[in-house]
């Protein structure tokens, strides 16, 4: 294995541990940018009984899942001691507190034993950071959870649809990010490496969220995203109309999702301050309200046609505004490129309808493959690699600012606005934090 990267600088390794949720995940990623090894053990079987994840159930699997699947992230990287490696990054945050513990834990005594530094990494950073691993890596593995095999999304994706992707993003900044996943739905201005602004987020519901709420109203199972797009694949979008919450009718213009990939009235943001906000919560009662309507007027809804058809709408109508909301902060801020990431980031209708609209605008688009967009742990190793980067670009900047010189202002974005060392008392410091923000403040 090469020790030097292109540019004859030394290889930075790093291995990664993500446990926020409901998948214990382990990777080490080269330079931010190369996967050296990706093992997910996911809690899907477990959790599918409860219809969602099961908060203590998930922190009690990941302390039986961890040690394996750290071992086997090393071994397939051909590390035979975390000595070797450059540092340690772990999610710290947001998650579920008791998931975020076993990996922090695990972390703070790997590098302590090791003596290598700590990176503490948001969760959300790592889904950005997601479209900035190259997917040629031919030692992508999944370690098999209970009576699951792999992390992609659906679990049914085949070896190649798991490699493809868009292509990594570039250094073209700004870049528009939109996070769609089951926590979170956030439209996101990135300045430069780990530099954000905070343009919109859901009100209520993210866009997952609702996908697993509408999911389990139409008994389509667990979970949902991935449920509710395999039955959408034999239903008739157009046979419901479903509301574009926080949007206004638009005529069809090039800012707008393609005509083939939406057969619904365009639509447009809403004007002022919820321009880029999203809201899926209402989406999802006028969902369970078209499904009383109908049971009423005696027609059988769940596990039918009628399902797959309201599955479809559902889709659609998430799709529609997702798309139409990210195309009009695009052409707003003049982005370089867009980048979208986060478990919804697999669905097939998100992924066609944004390639159409800005291939056909010219706007590099990228998704992260299938195997990156659900959570994984190399997209934390490349989220760490760029932190690390930045700190230390700040603390040389505000020790040459110490001397008189200029240096840049950057906006805090993490409790920990430094590495941590191994030698300071930081390591007992490092908390985790269920509800961290990527961005503090919202800024328009
Ligand atoms: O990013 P992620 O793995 O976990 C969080 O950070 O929340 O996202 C999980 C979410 C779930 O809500 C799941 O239903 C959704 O991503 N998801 C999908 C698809 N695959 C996963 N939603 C729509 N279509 C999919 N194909
Ligand atoms: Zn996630």
Redesign the pocket.
Same mark, same amino acid.
């Given at each position: 294995m090469s020790l030097t990267n292109a540019g004859g600088l030394p290889e930075c390794r790093i291995l990664a541990i993500e446990t926020?949720?409901d998948e214990t995940a382990a990777a080490v990623v080269a330079d931010g940018r190369h996967i050296l090894s990706n093992r997910v053990a996911s809690q899907i079987e477990l959790h599918r009984r409860f219809g969602g994840v099961y908060p203590e159930v998930a922190s009690r699997q990941h302390v039986l899942a961890i040690q394996t699947v750290v071992e086997d992230a090393l071994a397939d990287a051909s590390v035979a001691h975390v000595r070797e490696l450059d540092a340690i990054a772990v999610t710290h945050g947001p998650g579920l507190a008791g998931s975020l513990l076993v990996g922090v834990n695990l972390a703070k005594g790997l590098a302590f034993a090791s003596g290598l530094p700590l990176v503490p990494v948001n $969760?959300l950073e790592g $889904?950005v950071y997601s479209n900035w691993l190259y997917a040629d890596s031919s030692s992508v593995s999944d370690s098999p959870g209970p009576g699951e095999s792999n992390g992609s999304? +659906?679990g049914s994706a085949s070896d190649s649809a798991r490699r493809q992707g868009s292509g990594s993003a570039s250094e073209q900044f700004p870049a528009l990010i939109l996070i769609v996943?089951? +926590? $979170?739905t956030e439209l996101v201005l990135m300045e430069g490496h780990c530099r954000y602004r905070l343009l919109g987020a859901t009100l209520d519901d993210a866009a *997952?969220?609702a996908? /697993?709420k509408v999911a389990r109203l139409l008994e389509l199972g667990y %979970?949902? +995203? %991935?449920a509710?797009?395999a039955a959408a694949e034999s239903g008739d979008a157009s046979r419901f109309h479903l509301p574009r919450p926080l949007t206004r009718p638009g005529r069809r213009t090039e800012r707008q999702p393609d005509a083939q990939a939406s057969s619904l009235p365009t639509i447009l943001p809403v004007r002022g301050e919820h321009r880029f906000n999203f809201s899926f919560s209402g989406l999802k009662t006028a969902v369970l309200n078209l499904m009383r309507q109908l049971e009423r007027e005696g027609t059988e809804v769940r596990q039918t046609q009628t399902a797959a058809d309201i599955a479809a709408a559902f889709q659609m109508a998430v799709v529609d505004v997702l798309v139409g909301k990210t195309a009009d902060a695009a052409a707003e801020f003049g982005v370089k490129q867009v980048c979208i990431c *986060? +478990?919804?980031s697999?669905?097939?209708l998100l992924r066609r309808a944004a390639e159409r609209h800005f291939a056909r605008i010219g706007l590099p688009l990228h998704c992260p493959p299938l195997f990156l967009?659900? /959570?994984n742990a190399a997209m934390i190793g490349a989220a760490a690699y760029y932190r690390r980067s930045f700190l230390q670009s700040r603390q040389h900047a505000s020790m040459g600012q110490r001397h008189g010189q200029d240096g840049e202002a950057v906006a805090q974005s993490t409790p920990h606005d430094r590495p941590i060392e191994p030698s300071g008392r930081d390591f007992l410091d490092l908390d985790v934090y269920a509800s961290l923000p990527l961005v503090d403040s919202m800024q328009r």
């Amino acid at each position: 294995m090469s020790l030097t990267n292109a540019g004859g600088l030394p290889e930075c390794r790093i291995l990664a541990i993500e446990t926020s949720c409901d998948e214990t995940a382990a990777a080490v990623v080269a330079d931010g940018r190369h996967i050296l090894s990706n093992r997910v053990a996911s809690q899907i079987e477990l959790h599918r009984r409860f219809g969602g994840v099961y908060p203590e159930v998930a922190s009690r699997q990941h302390v039986l899942a961890i040690q394996t699947v750290v071992e086997d992230a090393l071994a397939d990287a051909s590390v035979a001691h975390v000595r070797e490696l450059d540092a340690i990054a772990v999610t710290h945050g947001p998650g579920l507190a008791g998931s975020l513990l076993v990996g922090v834990n695990l972390a703070k005594g790997l590098a302590f034993a090791s003596g290598l530094p700590l990176v503490p990494v948001n $969760h959300l950073e790592g $889904h950005v950071y997601s479209n900035w691993l190259y997917a040629d890596s031919s030692s992508v593995s999944d370690s098999p959870g209970p009576g699951e095999s792999n992390g992609s999304a +659906g679990g049914s994706a085949s070896d190649s649809a798991r490699r493809q992707g868009s292509g990594s993003a570039s250094e073209q900044f700004p870049a528009l990010i939109l996070i769609v996943s089951g +926590g $979170h739905t956030e439209l996101v201005l990135m300045e430069g490496h780990c530099r954000y602004r905070l343009l919109g987020a859901t009100l209520d519901d993210a866009a *997952g969220e609702a996908f /697993d709420k509408v999911a389990r109203l139409l008994e389509l199972g667990y %979970p949902g +995203g %991935p449920a509710i797009q395999a039955a959408a694949e034999s239903g008739d979008a157009s046979r419901f109309h479903l509301p574009r919450p926080l949007t206004r009718p638009g005529r069809r213009t090039e800012r707008q999702p393609d005509a083939q990939a939406s057969s619904l009235p365009t639509i447009l943001p809403v004007r002022g301050e919820h321009r880029f906000n999203f809201s899926f919560s209402g989406l999802k009662t006028a969902v369970l309200n078209l499904m009383r309507q109908l049971e009423r007027e005696g027609t059988e809804v769940r596990q039918t046609q009628t399902a797959a058809d309201i599955a479809a709408a559902f889709q659609m109508a998430v799709v529609d505004v997702l798309v139409g909301k990210t195309a009009d902060a695009a052409a707003e801020f003049g982005v370089k490129q867009v980048c979208i990431c *986060g +478990g919804v980031s697999a669905n097939g209708l998100l992924r066609r309808a944004a390639e159409r609209h800005f291939a056909r605008i010219g706007l590099p688009l990228h998704c992260p493959p299938l195997f990156l967009c659900t /959570d994984n742990a190399a997209m934390i190793g490349a989220a760490a690699y760029y932190r690390r980067s930045f700190l230390q670009s700040r603390q040389h900047a505000s020790m040459g600012q110490r001397h008189g010189q200029d240096g840049e202002a950057v906006a805090q974005s993490t409790p920990h606005d430094r590495p941590i060392e191994p030698s300071g008392r930081d390591f007992l410091d490092l908390d985790v934090y269920a509800s961290l923000p990527l961005v503090d403040s919202m800024q328009r």
